[in-house]
Each structure stands twice: as C-alpha cells, then as structure tokens.
C-alpha cells in the first residue's frame, strides 16, 4: 500500500477534491467543516482503477497551520499538488512545493483544480505553464497536470489513473525488520482506551507486538490494528495505520512521538547534517541562529551551528550541528525542515547524516566535514567504518541497527572492513561472526588508541608503584573507560597482541619486570633470611614494615616470595607449602586436627598456628567443624 500527501494553498480545494475523488471528508473537525478549512490533518482512502487501494493524507494550507502540514508531508510516497486554475500559483503553493522538494518526495500529480471556473482556455494554459515552471528544478518536475473539477467531476477518472501510473514505477516499501511509527494523531474511544495513527515505515507490526514510545522507552503492546477503518492481525511498511495500545494513557503519548522495536531507534538532541537553504529568501541561516526543527511528526526549538564559515545563504547549502531543545527519535538518512521563529517562514532542510555524533565539533574543521561528506554519500562502507569508530569498542548488532541501512548490506560491508583490516574483531572467532550472532568490534585506529591509552595508564602506575607487578582488572577498565560488558573481550585481545600479560584480577605490561636497586635487594636478601630462619614463626609484618617499608612488603606478597596469611603474619613461600603439605597429610591419617596439634606439628606458637589454619579455610584446603578441622576434599 501506498500513501499520498495533498499539498497547495489555502482554499485551492484539497479536501473538497479528496472527497470527490474518495467519497470520505477528509476534514474531521467541527472548526473545520464550519470554517470550511482544514486546520489540522486529515485522512482518506481509495482504490485506484487498477484496484491499487492508497491513503490520502490531506494537509492544511493556511500558513497559521505550515506545522500540521510537515506533520503530514513525512512517510509519503507521492504528493498531490493542489492549484486552483482560476487563481493559479499562491504562496503556500510555492512554499508547500519547497517543503515536498527538500523532503525529496520522488514523485507527484498536478491536479488544476476548479477546471469549471474557467471559461478561458487560454488562461488555463497559461496557468499549466506558469506551475510547469514552478515545477523545474524540483523533485516533482515533470510531473503529470489534470484539470479536475469537484464539482461537475470533470478529470476525476483521469486523476485517478494518473495517480495509478504514477505508483507504478514506485518500489515497494521495505520490509527491514525495524518497524517505526512517527505519531500524528492521538484520541480515546471507550472501551478501548488509547489510539494512534500515522504512516509505518521500516517493517511490519502485529497484534500481541511489544513497541517502545520513543522518546521515553515507554513499552507498550499492539492490542489491537486497523488500516481505512478494518480490522487486521498484521500490517506491512507503507501504511496509514491505527494502532491501539495497551499501557499506556492518553496523557504519555502525543504528536512527534514514535512507536518502534524496543532498542533499535535513539533519541538525540545532537545530530550532524546536511543543510539547503532555499532560494529567494531574504534570511540566510547564520551561525547559532535559533529555528524551529521540524522531522517525521515532531518538533522542537533547535540551533544552528554553521560548520563551515558563518553563515548558509539562500540557495546555498552547507554542513551544520544542531542542537535541540527537546530529545526527537531519529536515525541517519532521515530528512528534515528547518523554519525561522519569527517570522514563521520556511528556511531550508536537508539530511541527516549521524543522528548520534560523538561530540560537538570544531568548525572549518577538514576531517569532520570530509567525514560528513562520506557519510552523506551513503557508501555502506564509509557508513559501517563510522558506526565501527563511535567508540573503543562497540557491539556490531548496535552498528547494524544504527547505521540505517539494509541489515543484509550493513553486515556485508562490515565483513569487507573486517577482511580488509580497517575493523578489528574482538573477541570472537570466526564461527561467531558467520553465525549471525553480536560480537564486539573496534575500528583499527580506535584499537591502536585503546591499546595505547592501556600501555599509558601502566605507564602511569608503575610511575607511582615503582614495586608492583600490574594493576588490578577493574582499575586498569575504568582508566581506560571500557564498558564492563566490553572488558573481557577487550582485555582477552590485548593480551593475544602481547599488549598486556593477566594473572588472576592482575594485569602488568607485557615484558615488565620489577627490577630493585642496590640497597633494596640487599633490606629484601635480610629480610628473608630472617623469615627463612624461623619458618614457623617469622618477623611480623609490622616488624618487617619497619625494615622494608610497605612498598616492598607488598612486592614480595605479590611476586610470591611471600604469603600472607593474615594482616599480621606472612610466612616464606616454601615454608607455607610444607605447613600446607603437613596439615594435609594429618589430616589424611587421622581425619581431623586441633589448633593445638597445629601448634605441635609445625612447632611454633598458637598466634601462627591459628593464622595459617584460618588461611587454609579460605583457601577451602580446611573447613572448620567443632573445635577441629577437616580437609574439605
């Protein structure tokens, strides 16, 4: 199914032509069919003489009401310009054709309306000219014209063909596996409770689907679908839809909103693109010139920042960065409209090219408009690379998703930059990557600044920890602000580079060795000989504090020369072994022991006897039961 937008000026007779040509009024409000004019949007439907069967989107032309009309200008597939053959080309004509041209809507139909007040035919060839001149240069040039009247239905057979042919070169709408809703309308109906509409793109949705109310992430369930007033369990990409929802009031959802899979689309009040200014304006858009940002159903206040010199004159275009007042649900490839606060007029558009940058950018900065040139050319590779590039490490599902593109041509481009070296695979084999599951990925100069960024932070340390082999796990994670569901991969592929080398929570520099000057080895050489000389009952730790100094202790704790049984006690580690062997091989012949027959068998005192048999607990060599200990083995 297709959708149809109606566009033209005030009073030219969009509805009165919709509903000659459909049978249904179009203009659902009382203010509207009293005033006889359309204020906000409306709906109809028709099957076309091939028994095609398309909405029509209706529009209002006044220019008090522009922003309804951009509500309904997004999600359609052709456009029906609207111009009255006794008045011709107005305003709102001239500035609705800008809206379609800068949305780039493929393809439309002229429908001269009020055919019957003319009675000059030389006048109505004259007014054919001067819209086919209006049309040149714009998406819609060339576009067929039929003079139509609502009235006497003088052209309504042949408007509906020429509707017909006009879909018939159209592709179908595209089944990705992402559908997306942008909401226009939001009502009530007891019994039911909550409704919304508007045109779904992306993929399909069916009755018992959970969606997510984007911004917000607010889950919702389909209850139940409706396409031109009757019931279904499905609905495809590319049709005006009703959808009730379960969990949700009618309070927490409005016009600008969207309704999609949980997960897939972001929210953003930053986003890179591609701006037009249009022709015949007086204003240029300068830098940090606020406007109204308009994109799918929703709009916000929003500022320019021109990124390359100072301004984008009429009929000029350029690379901007908006910033946005109020978070809007959006993806990469998406169009938009920019407006000028006051006066209200209509200052350009154009493409978004990253809908989540990662930071504000320099302007007259070359790699970033270079970059942003890429991506506005749409090469699914220079797409991928970037969505790869967005952080240190990234998930390759997230980069499917975000770059907008097809997932089948998404992946195939990643599988050419993963072959081609420019994206590193990290942490999964090849049998995870060809079985369609996520994996993490890294573009190859995010790696190298990963890896560099892990080789400083150890830098750093043994800067001030002269004596320690490496830096625990998680500390050397967040210095290097991996995210914890990232860090196994990450740190697995580091150390398979020989970047860093992992004992136990411990990593060190690949190659690092603690190296002791003359006078610490020989305070070291002391002090282990005097532990060595009473194994069972060595110097304590504050007495070794004192000779070594901490910083030393806890070198020869985490080297192994020494184990530390307790926050006081430490024993050699030979020592330690034969205690442990010792124990064991009691224990094994007579089945339990007592901290006194600890005591005997090592010869020593309770206070060590007591520690090492505490550590043997932890270490689960031991399990306490009574006043004795068993082996836990």
């Not at 019994?191 to 509409?197: A, D, E, L, M, S």
């Not at 609905?235 to 927490?252: F, H, K, M, S, Y």
């Not at 015949?280 to 159903?297: A, C, D, L, S, Y």
């Amino acid at each position: 199914m297709y959708v149809i937008g109606t566009a033209g000026h005030v009073d030219h007779g969009k509805s009165t032509l919709v509903e000659a040509l459909t049978g249904i009024d179009p203009d659902r409000l009382r203010e509207e069919q009293e005033r006889e004019m359309t204020i906000d949007l409306g709906f109809a439907w028709v099957t076309l003489p091939s028994g095609r069967e398309i909405s029509i989107v209706d529009v209002p032309g006044h220019e008090d009401f522009i922003r309804n009309m951009l509500a309904g200008a997004g999600g359609i597939d052709g456009a029906l310009l609207v111009v009255a053959a006794d008045e011709s080309v107005m305003p709102q004509t001239r500035e609705h054709l800008a809206v379609l041209d800068l949305l780039r809507v493929p393809r439309g139909v002229v429908a001269l309306t009020k055919s019957d007040a003319v009675q000059d035919p030389d006048w109505a060839d004259l007014v054919q000219e001067e819209v086919r001149e209006l049309l040149e240069g714009t998406s819609l040039e060339g576009s067929p014209m039929v003079r139509v009247s609502a009235v006497t239905g003088q052209g309504l057979p042949e408007l509906a063909a020429a509707l017909d042919a006009l879909l018939d070169d159209a592709p179908p709408p595209a089944d990705l596996a992402r559908p997306r809703l942008p909401v226009d309308r939001v009502f009530t109906i007891a019994g039911f409770g909550t409704i919304v509409t508007g045109t779904l793109a992306g993929g399909h949705v069916a009755v018992g689907d959970t969606l997510s109310v984007m911004p917000g992430g607010l889950p919702v369930r389909v209850r139940g679908l409706q396409i031109h007033k009757t019931s279904v369990q499905r609905a495809e990409p590319g049709t005006r839809l009703a959808v009730n929802l379960a969990g949700i009031d009618r309070d927490q959802i409005a016009r600008g909103q969207v309704l999609c899979r949980p997960g897939w689309l972001d929210e953003t009040r930053l986003l890179d693109a591609h701006l037009r200014a249009l022709p015949n304006q007086r204003w240029p858009i300068k830098h940090n010139m606020p406007v109204e940002f308009f994109v799918g159903t929703s709009r916000t206040p929003a500022r320019v920042r021109v990124l390359q010199g100072d301004a984008i004159a009429p009929g000029e275009q350029g690379w901007v960065q908006l910033r946005l007042r109020d978070p809007v649900a959006l993806q990469r490839g998406d169009r938009f409209i920019v407006r000028m606060l006051s006066p209200s007029v209509t200052l350009g558009g154009g493409l978004v090219v990253d809908a989540r940058p990662r930071r504000r950018h320099r302007r007259d900065d070359q790699r970033t408009l270079a970059r942003l040139a890429a991506l506005a050319d749409g090469d699914p590779a220079a797409v991928m690379l970037h969505e790869a590039s967005r952080d240190a490490i990234v998930s390759s599902a997230v980069a499917v998703r975000s770059s907008g593109l097809a997932p089948a041509v998404a992946t195939q481009a990643l599988e050419g930059l993963v072959q081609e070296g420019r994206v590193r695979v990290v942490g999964a084999d090849s049998e995870t990557q060809s079985s369609g599951k996520d994996f993490s990925i890294s573009a190859a100069d995010r790696w190298e600044e990963l890896t560099g960024r892990m080789r400083h932070v150890l830098d750093l340390f043994y800067e001030t920890n002269p004596l320690r082999a490496g830096i625990s796990l998680e500390e050397l994670r967040t210095r290097c602000r991996v995210p914890a569901g990232f860090w196994d991969a990450v740190i697995a592929a580091a150390a398979e580079q020989g970047v860093v080398e992992v004992s136990g929570s411990v990593a060190a520099l690949a190659g690092h060795c603690v190296g002791l000057s003359e006078d610490e080895q020989h305070a070291v050489d002391a002090a282990m000989a005097a532990i060595r000389g009473n194994p069972f009952g060595p110097p304590s730790v504050g007495d070794l504090e004192a000779t070594l100094g901490p910083a030393l202790l806890d070198h020869l704790v985490a080297s192994g020369s020494l184990v530390k049984l307790s926050p006081a006690i430490v024993f050699d580690c030979d020592a330690y072994r034969d205690a442990e062997r010792r124990v064991v091989a009691y224990l094994e012949e007579h089945g339990q022991i007592t901290l006194g027959e600890v005591r005997d068998l090592l010869g020593t005192s309770r206070k060590y006897a007591q520690a090492l048999i505490e550590y043997l607990d932890r270490m689960r060599v031991t399990k306490r039961v009574g006043d004795a200990r068993v082996l836990r083995r």
